[in-house]
């Protein structure tokens, strides 16, 4: 008989073992001693036959900022079970005793790359963000004109400690005004150190202060950007002339970005290879612990929303939304169903974080809603889509 638990300590190897069997790559050193970190500090479940873990899910403690304020989430890493397993329900257990775990956790949003987006979306989990990866040849390399920049450099592999304390700083005060970045703590630093440890950075200096930085590596004659961060648009243009004065010895820029920033706009050649990718989806765990911290733009007049979420009870609700932000469960038939706004709860994530509009989750979700409630819903939610681009 199956059963899922909390991984004990002693099990740990079998989470390792599982992993290497399930997954392309086989992990060793530095890469191995990371997700050892991760087993030990994240919720690790395993499905259980008799003493063998036969199936696992890992859901790390994280975090993501959803216009402006920061929430606890849960992301889910490393599904798996052995093939000789499968069919049998143990993913579901483990998605469903997720889901419980985070909002016992307090984690009321979650994020996952899937490798099937139908399966999460079954589990109440949507897409949320549309990743732009792009291509630039040596010959469309933007010529942004001959300026001094105030730049410096660190690495990884020779580090300044001050260089990277500054790296970390405006990485993070600028995750906090965006909407869905992540707050890196020292345990994620070391995570990209030891799974991208050519990794270099770039710092550029306005007026004395850091305006926008880069993490990139350099392989044979690509350059691959893994962070841009910037200030302004006076500062992304430096960081592009600081990539463009490598052109003696790289012959192509890969990069990715949001596929609705108008990227490369102003490049004097704009036309380059550029692919659209969706390989990552969001679920709110907790709807009335999320809203209550969700910062509300005005409420002419209450809002109602019922939620739909087969996998999580808590979330089957009639809740009210009043003037001053205030969320409240209501009974159900207490409100004209024609001025509630009723969606599944993948639906309703996706709108949330700003992906879906109001009307797109209304015609999603084939529903009937008064104009004037769309609206009025429209107007209380804070504008402008998530980016995300960390990976578990």
């Known amino acids: 008989m199956i059963h899922i638990q909390h991984v004990e300590e002693k099990d740990y190897w079998q989470i390792h073992r599982l992993r290497d069997y399930c997954f392309p790559n086989k992990y060793n050193e530095a890469r191995r001693?990371?997700?050892?970190?991760?087993?030990?500090?994240?919720?690790?479940?395993?499905?259980?036959?008799?003493?063998?873990?036969?199936?696992?899910?890992?859901?790390?403690?994280?975090?993501?900022?959803?216009?402006?304020?920061?929430?606890?989430?849960?992301g889910i890493a490393f599904v798996a079970s052995y093939p000789e397993y499968r069919q049998q329900g143990i993913a579901k257990k483990l998605m469903i005793e997720s889901l419980k775990q985070m909002r016992a956790n307090g984690q009321t949003v979650s994020v996952l790359a899937p490798f099937s987006v139908s399966f999460y979306r079954y589990f109440g989990w949507e897409l949320f963000f549309e990743k732009l990866n792009y291509t630039i040849p040596l010959e469309k390399f933007p010529a942004l004109g001959k300026k001094v920049d105030t730049v410096k450099r660190t690495?990884?592999?020779?580090?300044?400690?001050?260089?990277?304390?500054?790296?970390?700083?405006?990485?993070n005060a600028s995750a906090l005004v965006t909407s869905g970045s992540m707050v890196r703590d020292d345990a994620w630093w070391n995570r990209l150190a030891s799974r991208q440890p050519n990794s270099h950075f770039a710092l550029y200096y306005d007026e004395g202060e850091v305006?926008?930085?880069?993490?990139?590596?350099?392989?044979?004659?690509?350059?691959?950007?893994h962070d841009f961060v910037t200030k302004d648009l006076s500062a992304e243009q430096a960081m592009w002339r600081y990539v463009t004065?490598?052109?003696?010895?790289?012959?192509?820029?890969?990069?990715?970005?949001?596929?609705?920033?108008?990227?490369?706009?102003?490049?004097?050649?704009?036309?380059?290879?550029?692919?659209?990718?969706?390989?990552?989806?969001?679920?709110?765990?907790?709807?009335?612990?999320?809203?209550?911290?969700?910062?509300?733009?005005?409420?002419?007049?209450?809002?109602?929303?019922?939620?739909?979420?087969q996998f999580c009870a808590w979330n089957e609700q009639l809740f009210e939304i009043n003037c001053d932000g205030e969320v409240a469960i209501v009974e159900t038939g207490a409100i004209d169903d024609s001025s509630v706004l009723t969606l599944p709860i993948n639906l309703f994530s996706a709108m949330m974080v700003g992906y879906l509009s109001v009307q797109d989750a209304v015609m999603y979700a084939q529903q009937f809603l008064k104009q004037e409630v769309i609206e009025n819903w429209q107007q209380a939610l804070q504008m402008g889509k998530s980016e995300f681009y960390e990976y578990f």
């Open 33 to 74: 001693k990371d997700f050892h970190h991760w087993v030990q500090h994240s919720t690790t479940l395993g499905a259980y036959d008799g003493n063998k873990v036969v199936g696992q899910v890992l859901v790390l403690p994280l975090n993501m900022t959803i216009h402006r304020q920061n929430y606890k989430m849960g």
């Open 155 to 171: 690495s990884f592999e020779w580090l300044d400690e001050e260089l990277f304390q500054q790296v970390k700083d405006f990485h």
């Open 211 to 225: 305006a926008a930085y880069l993490r990139y590596e350099i392989a044979g004659t690509t350059f691959l950007i």
């Open 245 to 309: 004065a490598h052109a003696a010895s790289i012959t192509e820029i890969k990069g990715v970005t949001a596929n609705d920033s108008r990227f490369g706009y102003y490049f004097a050649e704009p036309q380059f290879t550029r692919e659209v990718v969706q390989d990552m989806m969001v679920r709110i765990v907790d709807a009335q612990a999320f809203m209550q911290q969700y910062e509300w733009n005005k409420i002419k007049k209450p809002l109602y929303v019922r939620l739909e979420d």
